[in-house]
């Protein structure tokens, strides 16, 4: 059983930075790919950010390259999402998710099944 559990959300104004937390815990991540979900008001939930915890290696959506950075730490098991030059639209429910890769998926396909309970991220105009 995968847990997962979120911290680091808040308020800050537009071009603020926060930091997201995903503590991990369960099997051996190093089959597993850990990723970043948010979901505005009204709208669904969307892929952010993805990282393979076995080689690093990640996937961003475009319009959040060159602000967000995904990383892990494999001796904490836990993963985070540093988010930079924060913008009102970036407003959403922040979602940890993880996923036993298999060798048909990519970090933007995978079928998440494990889910954290969010953390709120709001940025002012």
């Known amino acids: 059983q995968v847990l997962l559990v979120e911290s680091g959300g808040g308020l800050v104004q537009t071009g603020g930075s926060l930091r997201l937390s995903c503590a991990a815990s369960?099997?051996?991540?190093?089959?597993?790919?850990m990723a970043w979900f948010r979901q505005a008001p009204g709208k669904e939930r969307a892929l952010v950010t993805a990282i393979k915890w076995s080689d690093g290696s990640t996937y961003y959506t475009d319009s959040v390259k060159g602000r967000f950075t995904i990383a892990r730490d494999n001796a904490e098991n836990t993963m985070y999402l540093q988010m930079n030059s924060l913008k009102p639209e970036d407003t959403a429910v922040y979602f940890c998710?993880?996923?036993?890769?298999?060798?048909?998926?990519?970090?933007?396909?995978?079928?998440?099944?494990?889910w954290g309970q969010g953390t709120q991220v709001t940025v002012s105009s």
């Open positions: 998710a993880a996923r036993y890769l298999t060798r048909w998926e990519s970090l933007s396909t995978a079928k998440y099944n494990y």
């Open positions: 369960g099997p051996t991540f190093s089959n597993y790919a």
